[in-house]
């Protein structure tokens, strides 16, 4: 059976062929050459491209609707207070949020993980306090809790994982007790590609009562997140790797835990009145849109959610399914290449390593061909120290990839290969 992974794919019902190219001609930076070959960009989940309608969509609010939002009395302002404000329902409607009021825009998954960490934690977590974490958490979903749990006296517990990247679930139950005040975990691991069970965490760590903040930053731009559905208390995610702009990002949290936690930042535009003695906050999202927020990004990350909504995006994560099962097959021919992460339920990424070559070497034979990968440790040290490697090289996918380009990534590898023996 289906594991259940908060993945909601298609059913049964007979599929047309994904049009990649169609979908191709609607971003303008692939159709460059780099390094006079075609571009072949392989590092989606560093950054996704951008479309068309999202470029336009922030050139028509440059030119025509810019101006500072909710302060003004006049009509540009009332205009641009609108487009954003529409920008959040967007969202809501994308993710399946119950209210608008539940999607904060931040600057990105790190700053909304930030904002959890240090505001939940600071209302919440206290001295001998636990927070659950895993071994595959990108940094930005380690650092803010730990540098929480320091000042508080709390500690991290690790939930372990296993060779193939997978999470030992049995294990993670075992680490829950009275004084796990959250646990904060990866829909989808960003060096590994693995998909966690989301709705089954989620639900373990409810019957004991303690909240679950899920990093999405991978796994909102490869297939439908339904927030209710999988029951998250939190989850977080950045405009920039769900082909919007950089600068916005989304925490998405329910009203009962945002209406508790104190603001991350403070300042203009959250306030209900301030004086010398006190001051009292807005109500959410205000309460946590400290200053002048990041507009333009959030309409642009409006229309990438419309770009989203007008593709089929059932198709396109089938499609991208298709294209790491290629691409994985087809790297597993060549000798002396290891992948790190096998996991059964993968989503976009193929890491691997080559014996005797360096991930930066072979990043920069690939760039050679046109063909932008990532090399690193992905800022996913854990994993690397549980893998014993320093880095890995890693190649990841988007809707827009092609088999083409993954053949061209399979030569340029065996050329690499060739090269160093
Ligand atoms: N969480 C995960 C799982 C990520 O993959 C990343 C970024 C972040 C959080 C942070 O997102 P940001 O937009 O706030 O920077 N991951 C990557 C990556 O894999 N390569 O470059 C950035």
Request: glycine content about 6%; overall charge negative.
């Amino acid at each position: 059976m289906r594991q259940d992974l908060g993945l909601k794919l298609l059913d049964s019902s007979p599929k047309k062929p994904f049009d990649v190219e169609r979908i191709r001609a609607d971003f303008p930076v692939l159709s460059q050459n780099m390094n006079g070959k075609p571009l072949a960009y392989l590092d989606n989940a560093a950054s996704a491209q951008v479309p068309k309608v999202v470029i336009e969509r922030i050139h028509e609010y440059l030119t025509k609707e810019h101006a500072n939002i909710h302060r003004g009395v006049y009509y540009l302002s009332q205009k641009a207070t609108t487009a954003y404000e529409s920008a959040r329902e967007k969202i809501k409607r994308f993710i399946n949020a119950r209210e608008a009021e539940e999607c904060i825009f931040v600057r990105g998954c790190t700053e909304a993980i930030n904002l959890v960490a240090y505001s939940f934690g600071r209302r919440f977590i206290e001295n001998g306090d636990e927070i659950v974490l895993s071994q595959m958490e990108h940094h930005a979903n380690i650092i803010p809790w730990q540098t929480i749990a320091e000042e508080k006296g709390a500690r991290l517990r690790i939930i372990p994982i296993n060779e193939r990247g997978e999470l030992v679930l049995e294990e993670f139950e075992n680490l829950l007790n009275e004084r796990t005040k959250i646990v904060a975990i990866t829909h989808v691991s960003n060096s590994l590609g693995t998909v966690n069970p989301i709705k089954q965490i989620i639900s373990i760590a409810h019957k004991f009562g303690i909240p679950v903040c899920v990093d999405g930053a991978q796994a909102i731009p490869h297939f439908r997140v339904d927030v209710q559905e999988i029951d998250a208390d939190f989850y977080a995610f950045s405009g920039h790797k769900m082909f919007g702009p950089t600068g916005i990002g989304v925490l998405y949290g329910k009203r009962k835990w945002l209406e508790e936690m104190p603001p991350y930042q403070t300042g203009g535009g959250m306030i209900r009145r301030v004086t010398f003695e006190k001051t009292t906050f807005a109500p959410i999202p205000e309460k946590f849109e400290a200053g002048t927020p990041a507009i333009m990004g959030a309409i642009g990350l409006g229309a990438a959610v419309d770009y989203l909504n007008s593709i089929d995006f059932e198709a396109a994560s089938e499609y991208e399914k298709e294209l790491l099962e290629y691409a994985t097959e087809q790297i597993s021919n060549i000798e002396g290449v290891r992948i790190i992460g096998t996991a059964k339920e993968k989503a976009s990424v193929l890491s691997f390593v080559i014996e005797n070559i360096h991930p930066h070497d072979i990043g920069t034979i690939l760039d050679q061909q046109g063909i932008a990968i990532r090399a690193g440790h992905h800022c996913a040290q854990p994993v690397m120290d549980f893998f014993k490697i320093p880095a890995t090289a890693r190649a990841s996918f988007a809707f827009y990839n092609t088999k083409q380009e993954v053949d061209r990534l399979i030569e340029a590898i065996k050329k690499t290969v060739e090269i160093f023996s």
